[in-house]
């Protein structure tokens, strides 16, 4: 079973910020990774997957990076539309979500 | 365009089951695998199970196997998921999703409450 942890669990910040989520795998997920962002009342959005492949639509603010099992979500400078819920997801065996990272205002 | 149209709300009593619906359009049905994924209030998304749409093999996450049965009617377009022996613990949002071509979730429906009360 592979254990997927996800930090920090909420942070504060302001519109402009550059925010950095990482998510650590138990074992290398040979870049089955995916990215998530969730609002309240919605179903999970695709942001990334494959570890570093944005998905069409998604501002280019967002980027993912990693390899083995480190990854990590960059939003390089936070608008009022990014504060949210996000979520990284590992497929390299099954599937397993991470614990979440809820960005706020500060 | 692609979407994922679930069944509505539903309150069940312990030990009852809960029978969701998830209608897919906007691409070839036989083509993907549809997944379902719960949430309870609080919590971050959890796997349940898939169905392999174009062969109806399915597989789910073992502490569902027994009460977890997947299926769907081709000629629909859509995917069931029934949840039997419900417990306060199945009270959630349950999701239907779509596996996309990397196999990460691209398109999800609505979701579904189940609220399990006495």
């Known amino acids: 079973d592979i254990q997927v942890t996800q930090s920090p669990s909420s942070l504060s910040a302001s519109v402009g910020d550059r925010v950095t989520i990482t998510c650590r795998a138990s074992q290398d997920l040979t870049r089955s990774l995916a990215w998530y962002q969730q609002k309240p009342g919605k179903a999970p959005k695709l942001l990334v997957s494959?570890?570093?492949d944005l998905e069409s639509g998604v501002p280019s603010r967002f980027s993912g990076s990693g390899s083995g099992t480190e990854y990590t979500l960059t939003i390089s400078s936070l608008q009022p539309e990014d504060f949210a819920t996000y979520y990284c997801q590992q497929y390299h065996y099954d599937w397993k979500f991470g614990q979440g990272t809820k960005v706020e205002i500060e | 365009q692609v979407q994922l149209v679930q069944s509505g709300a539903e309150v069940k009593k312990p030990g009852a089951s809960v029978t969701v619906s998830c209608k897919a359009s906007g691409y070839i049905f036989t083509d993907y695998t549809l997944h379902w994924v719960r949430q309870a209030p609080g919590q971050g998304p959890e796997w349940m199970a898939w169905?392999?749409?174009?062969?109806?093999?399915?597989k789910s996450l073992p502490k569902f196997e027994g009460r977890v049965t997947i299926t769907m009617d081709t000629s629909a377009t859509t995917a069931y998921m029934d949840l039997s022996s419900l417990t306060y613990q199945d009270t959630a949002v349950y999701y239907c999703a779509r596996e996309g071509y990397n196999s990460a979730h691209d398109y999800w429906g609505q979701g579904t409450l189940v609220t399990v009360s006495s």
């Open positions: 169905i392999n749409a174009g062969n109806g093999y399915t």
């Open positions: 494959g570890a570093s």
